[in-house]
């Protein structure tokens, strides 16, 4: 008998295989059969599924079981939602690359790893995704090659790092409650001593917040996010790193949920306060768009992790919002930015300029994401920042709210940027023929950039699955309501209200303002413009980009004169013996990763005894 | 019962009498006459009174002040000014200079008549003309706005091609992009 | 339809525009009254305005800077709406049950951004650097601007505004009751009218007006009408958070009034800051003052 | 009047480093010697470095079309001992090129730059624009004795209307009215 | 290819210039990575003009040559030919002389103020100085008939004697703007925020200054006590007790404390001069200008004006016209190559303040 999951992941499976066959055989069939695979596997989810769908097997000897909680069915839903689009995107934008095979091989296991980790219900299964998506994310970082050496291998010990903390966690729990049920261990686990409760807590939060890239452990994700492919960053940046936050969210509500590890939540909230302004603070210095998106992915995180440390309803319910918005806006920005390296062939944002009026299309799906991101109301992202602030007030974290709602404000800083550097500013000849990007990739973004606008005033549609998914959390009963937002003191926002009045009177305005003098409103070039009477010469450069945000970066280069990122780096250098051993191991060989699978895995199975019997 | 003639006019009316009490001034000093600029502006003889204040760029400026002399190399930048502002515009030429090339008539290096190149609404003669001679300047240039007769935009609008012909007699190299007239 | 609600707001709207308009007119007299001029009438802004609206040609370079003054009336009247402009008034009641201080924090950005996209779209560089300055210097100000309301919503466990005036009518303006965040809003509000030390966005000595340089005509008069908009919301907002609001149009005249002239008068005297300056002088003693009112609000409470 | 004992002790040591180098004290404090345009750099340098004359206060050109001659005129001051020497050099106006001294003095670029453009005279590897002050000037440098500035602007540009025939403006005006020039006025007339 | 910084023009059309002219600057960031300079926009050709007229007549077009302070070309281009002709001028005359140069100093350190404020976007001071300017150019109305040209001094002397009464005025005139300097001190010179822009910005070094030929306010903020009217005195600053400012921080401050020194010492100046004028004749008369003939020589003399040294170098053939008239204005160093090394790395912000600070005058550089 099939089973509805297992059919998910053998569809997901066999796409993969299938298009790595089809991208041998030709370009086309490949494309054809990574679309109708991601469709399908898509459809089944959402349409084809019976509820509750359950797969329980051995094995070696542990009991495994796989099945949607109501709480994973949100990240699975968002997984499934952004990776078909993303992968529509891919056809056309990695049209023309090599190895293209290989590339949707380890895409499509990477969404079946994540698939796999929201639908399982023990921890072995949950690591082996774990593993699988770690690992197939892995090759596409280094698909295209570019600073492997840097990128890859950070990645690589990070994750390793956060793999065996997990592994270290799961162990134990193992050790302490007998079973490796997830749902066994929330049971159970109250019942353990105290500080192995801790230490294990912390494992496994070590473990998962280095996949959502928090700080001090984001040092991979810059690099990762800025190489891989745009139309996996897309995925990477906006649902990979979910799985995090999925971990993070059943950690701290589940496991750590008695009075005794407030500690720990308050460490986590400040560690992600802080990623939040300094991943801020980095974004608004980079000069390279994907970067800038790498380091606004980061913070933008941050605010989940302070969502789900603190751990209230309202919090809660606030993260997983801006968990699933942060999907939408981020996949549509990178695959925004995706277009535009397609296009002009670079994401430089010193570079390329004034692509306004060659890819409206794309420029308006950045702006729409840059409004959720900067949670300018009346769009979406507005709303998940209102709750966390509120949820914030009302669980007096006074301070936690300043440090993110500077970082917040600061946002607007690298937002603005990223929109002028590349759509605005000077139209330039060299970027004459630039053309909007093909359709693959705009329909994507246009359905994200919908999906966006509908949930600022009506964000009560991601409200009704979120606050099933709580029930699971704990949280019976959460309010919610289509578009209007209660606090906990009773004040409250009404989005109807706000959408309804800003559209009527941008109306108004644009009616008056296009109409005045219509026949003597001309468009000018850009290079028209009041260059203090003087002409300037066609070197001669009149978009300002350069050091763009340069007396900000002077005011607050008290706190970034020591970066993390240096520090490692340091560090780095000092064990460089070791990074060269570890670069041996990690040589960028698909085989060498399967080969070292295999051997981790069979020393796990050799010595389980020895390790999970202690 | 009021005609659509009237009302016309009546906007008409009320379009000058706006446009004759707000006048913002191309911060330009062109030639020396530029001087006498801070004087009129600041606290003795306060041109702001008259609604006349600085414009930082061409394109939210009405007036532009020609203050004194035109050398052929600042004429370019004149005209690349002017046609960037937007209409109506208007053009006070400064000081003897610009009536008839002043004392400087036999200069390599500076034009002769101003309104050969760009029209001119109000000249102030004077070398230099004193702050109350500027402001008495603007003081007709608003009668002639209030009248209509301040259409110097108008003619350089109609009369491209002569005005034209006469610059690039002078600007040698003519690289300038093509402007919103 | 509700028809009295579209009235309602039209007629707040207009009433905003006049005020901030003669405020402006009033702030050109005091400046001129100090420098030794007579100054223009104060009715002058009109005039100007109208002289705008009546220019017969406008370019623009784009759609995002047709747009981009369009935005920022949007945000205007929005930041309008929503803020109670009179106590239990019938009369401009608008939208303000519908927000509260956190919506209109994010609000008050969002015209911004929109004149900033328009600004960036002209590809004149002094607009891109006056953003850059402006936007910069708004995080700087958004600290103490942050703690001083964060303090009060603390303190009083209130995030709208209708709650925190219906508060001030039974314990007194918050300007007394939270005398330090009131220290730290006022400085923050300063910088937030960018008028002299913080108007380096407008530095007419190296970026000739900074971001408005290419606007002119229609585009210059809609900025200058959601900019006296602005100015009135603002000032409103301020009164109504540590002033206790205002029970008739009068009282919040005169409170909006005596605010308004506090940045002008402190204008007048002052030469600009660098942007870092500007940047370091908020984080600096108003940010203490936005601290030491937190601590105070959090000593209140518990 | 003083000694001038400091005027001569610079002329005197002048000359008698340089053989090419004569002079003359003029007047208190005012020292004026001629080269050799060759020794130039050497002569300034050497007032410079072991004369103090450490201020470049001027330098300037004249045409002598005469003798078909531009003469060079370097103009120096000495703050320790408060003396003016100016240095003078003559060089053939068909070939005008001499040795740049910008390397010695940074602030004779500017005076170089404007001396090339406004006589023609080269020298010898000056950085900066060629254009300095004048803008696509296509006839002969502006300063020279032959250009007549006069032809140039009446053929470029407009003429001032009664200025055609170069009349005496008194005339014009006493013609007009029909008054006599009086015989104070006479005397000034200009013919 | 496309440069990577921005260009940025700086005039000709900016607020933020001084004059006419244009500083195009590549900016990176707010930091100035090159900055070039572009004069001409002001040129007349005076030096060709003058060429074509006879002594007299080049007289009057002189003192156009540098608007804002007049009276140095005058007082230049009249003792260069008096030195030339040897021409020995009355004594009442160089007190003149000395009155008009002071007055006119005055007048364009008024000026600065409020150029300088203005830069920095304190307008208030420039409202109140500018218009107080006015007070020292109704002296001159009444003295010499001209507001802003005056063509006062001319060869053999002064044009015209002091009106009856106006001794009294300028003396009256001269204690209402000492009161009103203690006002701008202190809104500008007490203010924090101005002190925090001037400090340390726009800073020569000092033995950059000597190499390079600055001159003026400039040179003496650097420490060196240079001025010609104590190193080389004409007319009768020998005579006169007064002293400069000299300051050693070589920045914008240290230029603005000078000038607010030299400011003070100039009213003591016209003090002085109205106390211990001379009777007698003002003016040796000249021949027929129409006819007057200089002998052949030539003469380079020097004016302290507001802004530093100002030269003429004058030759004359023995005709009745200039051979040539070479005018160094002191913004002919500053203007160009100290102004282009100057600005690379200074902030933008600061770029108008530098500029005023160094007191650039376009007219002089190109003429």
């Known amino acids: 008998m099939m089973n509805s999951l297992f059919l998910l992941l053998f569809i997901l499976f066999g796409s993969a295989i299938l298009s790595y066959i089809g991208h041998r055989i030709s370009e086309t069939l490949g494309n054809i059969i990574v679309v109708v695979g991601a469709f399908s596997a898509s459809i089944w989810f959402f349409v084809g599924f019976e509820t509750p769908a359950e797969f329980s097997y051995k094995i070696a000897d542990f009991d495994a079981l796989w099945s949607f909680s109501s709480y994973s069915w949100i990240f699975a839903a968002l997984v499934s939602i952004l990776s078909p689009l993303a992968l529509l995107y891919s056809t056309s934008y990695m049209k023309g690359k090599e190895r293209l095979g290989t590339f949707y091989f380890n895409f499509f296991l990477s969404i079946l790893g994540m698939i796999g980790i929201t639908m399982s219900q023990d921890f072995i299964s949950l690591f082996i995704f774990w593993e699988i998506m770690t690992w197939s994310s892995y090759l596409i970082v280094i698909y295209l090659g570019k600073d492997v050496e840097k990128v890859g291998i950070k990645y690589m010990i990070f994750s390793a790092i956060g793999a065996y903390a997990l592994l270290m966690g799961i162990v134990l729990i193992n050790r302490e409650v007998g079973s490796l049920l997830i749902e066994d261990a929330f049971a159970y686990f109250p019942q353990i001593q105290f500080s192995t409760q801790l230490l294990i807590g912390i494992l496994l939060l070590i473990g998962f917040s280095i996949k959502s890239a928090m700080m001090p452990l984001h040092v991979w994700a810059p690099g990762a996010y800025s190489n891989s492919p745009m139309s996996y960053t897309a995925v990477f940046s906006g649902a990979l790193s979910k799985m995090g936050i999925y971990g993070l969210g059943l950690v701290f509500i589940r496991l750590l949920s008695s009075g005794e590890f407030t500690l720990i939540n308050e460490i986590f909230a400040w560690a992600g306060a802080i990623t939040t302004l300094m991943a801020t603070f980095y974004a608004i210095i980079q000069d390279d768009a994907k970067k800038l998106l790498a380091y606004s992915s980061i913070g933008q995180l941050g605010y989940i992790i302070v969502g789900v440390a603190i751990g209230t309803e309202l919090s809660i319910m606030a993260a997983i919002y801006l968990a699933i918005l942060h999907a939408a806006f981020k996949g549509n920005l990178f695959m925004a930015i995706g277009a535009v390296e397609k296009q002009t062939g670079s994401t430089d944002m010193t570079l390329v300029t004034g692509l306004i009026r060659k890819m409206p299309l794309t420029f308006f799906s950045t702006l729409v994401s840059i409004i959720a991101l900067a949670a300018v109301p009346p769009l979406g992202g507005f709303v998940g920042k209102w709750m966390l602030y509120q949820s914030l007030l009302a669980s007096e974290h006074f301070f936690l709210i300043i440090v993110i709602f500077t970082a917040s404000t600061a946002a607007f800083l690298y937002s603005f940027k990223i929109l002028y550097s590349l759509f605005l500013g000077q139209e330039e000849p060299e970027f004459k023929n630039i053309k909007e990007a093909p359709l693959p990739m705009l329909i994507p973004m246009i359905l994200l950039s919908l999906f966006l606008i509908v949930t600022g005033t009506f964000p009560g549609i991601l409200f009704e699955p979120i606050a099933n998914g709580m029930k699971y959390l704990g949280f019976n009963d959460v309010n919610w309501n289509m578009s209007l937002l209660v606090n906990a003191w009773g004040d409250e926002v009404n989005l109807q209200h706000v959408s309804m009045y800003i559209g009527t009177i941008f109306i108004v305005a644009f009616i008056f303002i296009s109409l005045k003098n219509r026949k003597r409103t001309r468009y000018v070039t850009t290079k028209d413009i009041s260059t203090s009477g003087e002409i300037p010469l066609p070197h001669e450069n009149l978009s300002f980009k350069l050091n763009f945000y340069k007396p900000f970066e002077r005011a607050i280069s008290p706190v970034m004169k020591k970066t993390m990122d240096s520090i490692y780096d340091e560090i780095g250098n000092g064990l460089n013996a070791l990074f060269q051993f570890i670069r041996y191991i990690y040589s960028g060989n698909g085989q060498g990763y399967a080969l070292y699978v295999i051997i981790f895995f069979v020393l796990l199975l050799l010595l389980k005894n020895q390790i999970f019997g202690l | 019962m009021i005609e659509k003639k009237d009302s016309l006019a009546i906007g008409e009316y009320i379009k000058n009498f706006a446009r004759k009490h707000s006048l913002f001034v191309l911060a330009y000093g062109t030639g020396c006459g530029a001087i006498e600029i801070p004087p009129t502006m600041t606290s003795r003889y306060d041109a702001e009174r008259f609604g006349i204040r600085g414009a930082a760029t061409p394109r939210q400026a009405d007036v532009l002040l020609i203050t004194g002399y035109l050398a052929t190399k600042t004429l370019k930048r004149v005209i690349r000014v002017y046609e960037q502002m937007q209409d109506p515009k208007y053009v006070i030429g400064f000081g003897s200079c610009t009536i008839n090339g002043g004392m400087y008539w036999d200069s390599y290096n500076t034009i002769n008549s101003l309104d050969k190149y760009i029209p001119v609404d109000v000249f102030i003669n004077g070398c230099m003309p004193r702050p109350e001679a500027v402001i008495s300047g603007f003081v007709k240039l608003q009668e002639y706005i209030q009248e209509g007769k301040a259409d110097g935009w108008r003619k350089y609008q109609n009369n491209i091609e002569e005005y034209r012909e006469n610059q690039k007699r002078i600007i040698k190299n003519w690289r300038m992009p093509d402007y919103n007239l | ?302 | ?191 | ?367």
């Not at chain 3, 206790?244 to 605010?259: C, D, Q, R």
């Not at chain 4, 004569?22 to 010697?33: A, L, S, W």
């Not at chain 5, 003090?271 to 021949?287: A, C, H, L």
Request: hydrophobic letters at 40%.
């Open chain 4, 1 to 191: 009047m003083s000694e001038q004992i400091k005027e001569k002790e610079t002329l005197e040591a002048l000359t008698k480093t340089f053989e090419k180098v004569n002079g003359i004290v003029q007047r208190d404090k005012r020292v004026i010697v001629e080269t050799d345009a060759e020794i130039i750099p050497g002569v300034l340098l050497y007032a410079k470095e072991r004369l103090k004359f450490t201020h470049f206060s001027h330098m300037s050109c004249v045409d002598w079309i005469e003798n078909n001659q531009f003469e060079l005129v370097y103009i120096l001051w000495s703050p320790e001992d408060k003396i003016q020497l100016i240095i003078k050099c003559v060089i053939n106006r068909e070939k005008p090129i001499i040795q740049n001294i910008d390397n010695i003095w940074r602030q004779a670029n500017t005076y170089e730059r404007e001396i090339r453009e406004m006589f023609g005279v080269e020298f010898e590897g000056l950085i900066g624009a060629k254009e300095f002050i004048l803008e696509d000037w296509d006839d002969i440098p502006p300063m020279r004795k032959d250009f007549d500035t006069k032809e140039y602007s009446s053929k470029h540009f407009f003429d001032r209307p009664g200025r055609e025939d170069a009349k005496d403006v008194r005339t014009v005006i006493t013609e007009r009215s029909g008054e006599e020039i009086p015989d104070f006025a006479k005397k000034y007339s200009r013919d």
């Open chain 5, 1 to 367: 290819m496309r440069e990577k910084t921005t260009t940025l023009y700086l005039g000709p059309q900016h607020p933020g210039i001084t004059g006419n002219m244009m500083v195009k600057l590549q900016v990176a960031g707010d930091t100035i990575a090159k900055a070039t300079t572009e004069v001409g926009y002001l040129h007349r050709g005076f030096e060709k003009l003058m060429e074509r007229r006879n002594w007299l007549q080049s007289f009057t077009i002189v003192c156009r040559i540098c608007v804002p302070e007049p009276d140095p070309n005058e007082e230049n281009f009249s003792r260069a030919v008096e030195e030339i002709e040897g021409r020995i001028i009355p004594e009442r005359a160089k007190w003149l002389r000395v009155l008009t140069l002071e007055l006119g100093r005055i007048a364009s350190y008024l000026l600065w103020y409020g150029g300088q404020n203005g830069s920095a976007g304190l307008y208030t001071v420039g409202q109140w100085s500018v218009g107080d300017r006015n007070y020292i150019l109704d002296l001159f109305e009444e003295l010499t008939g001209g507001r802003v040209y005056h063509m006062y001094i001319w060869p053999g002397g002064v044009r015209r004697d002091m009106p009856e009464g106006f001794r009294d005025k300028v003396l009256s005139t001269m204690d209402y703007l000492e009161k009103r300097l203690d006002d701008y001190d202190k809104l500008m010179f007490d203010n924090a925020i101005f002190q925090k822009r001037a400090q340390g910005v726009g800073i020569i070094n000092k033995e950059k200054a000597i190499e390079w030929g600055v001159v003026g306010p400039p040179l003496r903020a650097c420490g060196i006590a240079s001025d010609v009217r104590k190193d080389d005195p004409y007319e009768i600053y020998d005579q006169l007790d007064f002293e400069i400012g000299l300051e050693h921080g070589s920045d914008v401050w240290a230029r603005a404390l000078v000038r607010r020194k030299e400011i003070r010492e100039s009213i003591k100046i016209v003090r002085q001069v109205m106390d211990k004028i001379p009777e007698g004749e003002f003016y040796n008369k000249i021949p027929n200008p129409m006819k007057w003939k200089i002998p052949a020589g030539e003469a380079y003399v020097k004016t302290e004006s507001a802004r530093g040294e100002f030269g003429y170098y004058v030759v004359s053939d023995g005709t009745d016209k200039p051979r040539r008239v070479h005018v160094k204005g002191p913004a002919y160093v500053h203007g160009v190559t100290l102004l282009e090394d100057m600005l690379v790395g200074a902030n933008l912000a600061d770029v108008s303040f530098i500029m005023n600070s160094l007191g650039t005058c376009p007219p002089e550089i190109e003429r």
């Open chain 3, 1 to 302: 339809m509700n028809w009295s609600l579209i009235l309602g707001i039209t007629i707040t709207i207009i009433t905003a525009f006049t005020v901030g308009m003669f405020y402006g007119g009033i702030s050109r007299k005091v400046t001129a009254r100090i420098q030794n001029r007579v100054g223009p009438p104060i009715w002058q802004n009109f005039l100007d305005v109208l002289k705008l609206y009546s220019k017969e040609s406008a370019i623009h370079h784009g759609w995002m800077q047709h747009l981009g003054p369009l935005w920022a009336i949007t945000a205007s009247t929005a930041t309008l709406m929503f803020v109670p402009i009179l106590n239990n008034g019938q009369f401009y009641q608008n939208l303000n049950f519908s927000g509260d201080l956190i919506f209109l924090m994010y609000m008050m950005v969002f015209g911004q951004l929109g004149m900033a996209l328009g600004a960036g779209q002209t590809g004149n560089p002094n607009s891109a650097i006056g953003v850059s300055r402006g936007l910069s210097q708004m995080v700087g100000y958004k600290v103490p601007w942050l703690l001083a309301l964060v303090a009060i919503m603390v303190q009083y466990k209130a995030t709208s505004i209708t709650g925190l005036i219906e508060l001030q009518n039974q314990i007194g303006w918050l300007m007394f009751a939270s005398p330090f965040a009131f220290i730290a809003g006022l400085l923050a509000f300063i910088g937030m009218m960018h008028y002299s030390p913080f108007d380096i966005v407008f530095a007419p000595s190296e970026l000739a007006s900074g971001p408005p340089s290419e606007f002119g005509g229609k585009y210059l008069g809609l900025m200058m009408t959601s900019g006296s908009i602005f100015t009135f919301a603002k000032l409103v907002l301020f009164v109504d958070v540590f002033l206790g609001g205002a029970s008739n149009i009068l009282e919040l005249l005169l409170k909006t009034f005596v605010i308004y002239m506090i940045p002008v008068i402190y204008g007048i005297v002052s030469p600009r800051y660098r942007t870092e300056q500007s940047i370091r002088y908020f984080w600096g003693w108003p940010t203490f003052f936005g601290v030491i009112g937190m601590l105070y609000a959090w000593y209140m409470i518990s």
